[in-house]
């Protein structure tokens, strides 16, 4: 006892060390992931800040040099941009796609050059201009193709607007640029190339034409009463067309230039157009509009702009879509973008950034997710409508720290468990021959005991030895207990061995309950004859092999053999559906039977079932018990199993009522049995699977 006792001790204080060194350990390294994640967000700040430096700079088209020379700089490091949409800019073009990859529409303009419509989708090549090689002196025929889908109705009912907002779209992006040396060719490249524009104009506040050409029949007084205070956007006949008037009012972009205060007006757009096209929505126009505005913003260097451009086109209403294809068939922009990354899209809409750890060892990487503000350096660009104008994500793989700390940790851990170790031998050399050999002999004995084992006994054992052999005398005389009751209960029904095992100590009481039961009784037919012509060692060979294979089938169908008489079974069904698996054992138990037979063999069966009310209990004198069921519903069963032929299954009206409605079972009417007892004969049926006629 004192050396369990001794061992108790030395295990608890030596795992009290190892959890101690473990936490200590995984303590450190706690502090060496903390300096981690700031070593990651000091390199993700002054990257954030080397990007919006060089945006506010006005070098917004530098930055994706900035990346990938920051990128080639720390190799460990992923930098991404993203729009206030969620779509990543600045990103190396991806390669460019198979043929099969490229809509058709798009891939057969690529290859011909030539404008297409199918329905409501046209496709538009944009050709490459001498003006173009400036900044793409790829010699390429095609800068790339533009695909609008149209709302035709959208298009006749709101095209004067639609045009309008185009037209003014372009206008302001070329002044964002601060190319307004390009708005005369802008506009009257308009009148050219659009069918329905007549000409564009801009006025300053004053009325004096600072753009475009002047608008026979428009005068000074209408352009100075169209920006007078509270005006909004006009439209009005002018000849057989239309005249839209839209103020210019100051947004916060036009405030580094212009110096005035927001919501004040610093202009106005005249926009001349002709009638309506007699058949509705005129495509060419609306096309023509939108293709000479992004020719014109890409001359001004502010590219970029072209996403937030067809996006206000899609906004009209007329166009329900557009793309921009670049020469090599990909995508350049597209006005139904994926949805962003979860990251991404979180601090869109909360304004927050983020910082955390992704993946674990290796694939470990600090994320560092932050805002970039619409700051007012950044409105001239960006407009004043959103609070932020972007996310900046830079994730950096942390995985030679986690392999330092994992490393440090497994040092730690090491150590620990060798000291834990060393204690442990030490002990376990000290306390083997007293305390864990005997404990494991007992243990083996107890495991195969619990797999059913009997024969395994402890060595060394001794009622008059020490505690460790006085346990394992006790277990082995345990066995020998377990050894023989074991094989008394192959003699016994399972009933009756529950019955013993429920009496205690107080033993089982010799009385008898009412109790609703199905009893089965089969009898091997040609047995007597059997065993007259051949020795007795083949009659046991033989009736343990058909009485064993009759047994397992009561067991399969949950019945409990009650006994076994000679060539003849009892046994004895109860519970839920008893009758049905009673006969459903009946039948199987003809079947194996004949299974069981080898050559020159051909004795069979016969079964009688009855079902009811019967004495289920312990009879007998107190030396000598029976653990049974008597009764006349016993007495009719095995009546009709002495009536029944070989292979027959006869069942009483109870049986055959229960199981009438069982679909593999099929109930034959048998001739009356006339049993001792009863004034009238009993009524009986023949139960075989459906389908047999044996």
């Known amino acids: 006892m004192i050396a369990k006792i001794f061992l108790a001790v030395a295990l608890v204080v030596g795992l009290a060390l190892l959890l101690q060194a ?13 300096e981690t994640r700031k070593s990651a967000e000091t390199v993700a700040h002054m990257i954030v800040g080397a990007v919006e430096h060089s945006m506010l700079a006005g070098e917004g088209i530098q930055v994706k040099a900035l990346i990938a020379e920051l990128v080639e700089r720390v190799p460990e490091a992923k930098v991404q941009v993203f729009d206030r949409r969620g779509v990543e800019v600045f990103a190396p073009p991806p390669p460019a796609p198979r043929p099969e990859q490229i809509p058709p529409g798009v891939r057969a303009t690529l290859s011909d050059r030539t404008r297409r419509v199918d329905k409501d989708l046209i496709v538009r090549p944009v050709p490459a201009e001498e003006r173009c090689q400036a900044c793409h002196p790829d010699g390429a025929p095609l800068r790339g193709v533009l695909t609008l889908e149209l709302d ?9 607007d639609a045009l309008a907002h185009l037209v003014l779209g372009g206008f302001v992006h070329v002044m964002t640029a601060r190319k307004s040396d390009l708005l005369d060719d802008y506009f009257g490249e308009l009148g050219e190339r659009a069918p329905g524009v007549r000409g564009a104009a801009v006025f300053d506040r004053e009325g004096a034409l600072s753009f475009g050409a002047a608008i026979a029949g428009l005068d000074d007084k209408a352009v100075l009463a169209a920006m007078a205070p509270g005006k909004r956007e006009e439209r009005r006949k002018f000849g057989d067309g239309t005249l839209d008037l839209v103020p210019l009012v100051m947004q916060e972009r036009c405030v580094a230039c212009h110096k005035d205060p927001v919501g004040s007006i610093r202009g106005l757009l005249a926009l001349s157009l002709s009638p309506r096209a007699a058949s509705g929505c005129d495509a060419e126009e609306l096309e023509a509009v939108v293709d000479t505005s992004l020719r014109y913003i890409m001359l001004s260097q502010l590219g970029r702009r072209i996403a937030d451009f067809l996006d206000a086109a899609a906004q009209t209403g007329a166009i329900k879509a557009l793309e921009l294809y670049d020469h090599q068939g990909r995508r350049y922009w597209t006005t139904r973008p994926p949805p962003p990354p979860e990251n991404v899209a979180q601090v869109l809409r909360e304004g927050r950034g983020i910082r955390r750890f992704l993946g674990e060892g290796e694939s470990e990487q600090s994320l560092v997710v932050e805002p970039l503000a619409n700051g007012a350096g950044c ?4 407009g004043g409508g959103d609070q932020l104008r972007g996310v900046v994500t830079v994730s950096m793989s942390t995985a030679m720290a986690a392999k330092a700390r994992q490393a440090m940790l497994e040092r730690r851990g090491l150590f620990s468990v060798v000291m834990l170790f060393a204690i442990l031998v030490v002990l376990v050399g000290l306390l083997q021959f007293l305390v864990l050999r005997p404990v494991r002999q007992i243990g083996d004995v107890a495991d195969a005991v619990s797999e059913g084992n009997l024969t395994m006994a402890v060595p060394r054992a001794k009622e008059d030895g020490d505690e460790m052999a006085r346990l394992g005398y006790r277990v082995n005389h345990m066995v020998d207990g377990l050894r023989a009751k074991t094989q008394l209960e192959k003699f016994v029904s399972k009933g009756a061995a529950r019955a013993a095992e429920a009496g205690g100590a107080a033993g089982v009481a010799r009385q008898g309950e009412r109790r609703a039961a199905t009893v089965l009784f089969s009898d091997i037919r040609g ?8 020795s007795p060692e083949e009659v046991v060979e033989m009736l343990n092999r058909v009485l064993d294979a009759q047994a ?5 169908h949950g019945g409990d053999i009650d006994k076994f008489v000679g060539d003849a079974l009892m046994a004895l069904f109860q519970g839920p559906e008893a009758e049905s698996r009673a006969v459903h054992a009946a039948v199987a138990m003809v079947r194996s039977v004949h299974d069981a037979r080898v050559a020159g063999e051909s004795f069979a069966v016969g079964i009688g079932i009855a079902a009811g009310e019967m004495v289920y209990g312990a009879m007998g004198s107190e030396s000598r018990m029976d653990f049974t069921v008597i009764g ?3 007495n009719t069963g095995a009546r009709l199993c002495s009536a029944a032929d070989a292979d027959e299954v ?3 009206q109870a049986v055959a009522s229960a199981v009438r409605a069982s679909p593999d079972l099929e109930l034959v009417t048998h001739q009356p049995i006339q049993v001792k007892g009863k004034r009238e004969p009993v009524p009986v049926f023949q139960a075989r699977r459906r389908g047999d006629r044996t």
């Open 632 to 634: 006349d519903v016993v």
């Open 379 to 382: 409105m001239r660009c960006h």
């Open 552 to 556: 397992r089938v009561v067991h399969n």
């Open 650 to 652: 006869l069942v009483t």
């Open 152 to 160: 035709r109705a959208a298009c006749t009912d709101m095209r004067e």
């Open 22 to 34: 473990a936490r200590d350990a995984q303590r450190e390294a706690d502090t060496l992931k903390g």
């Open 527 to 534: 047995f007597t004859t059997f065993s007259e012509t051949v």
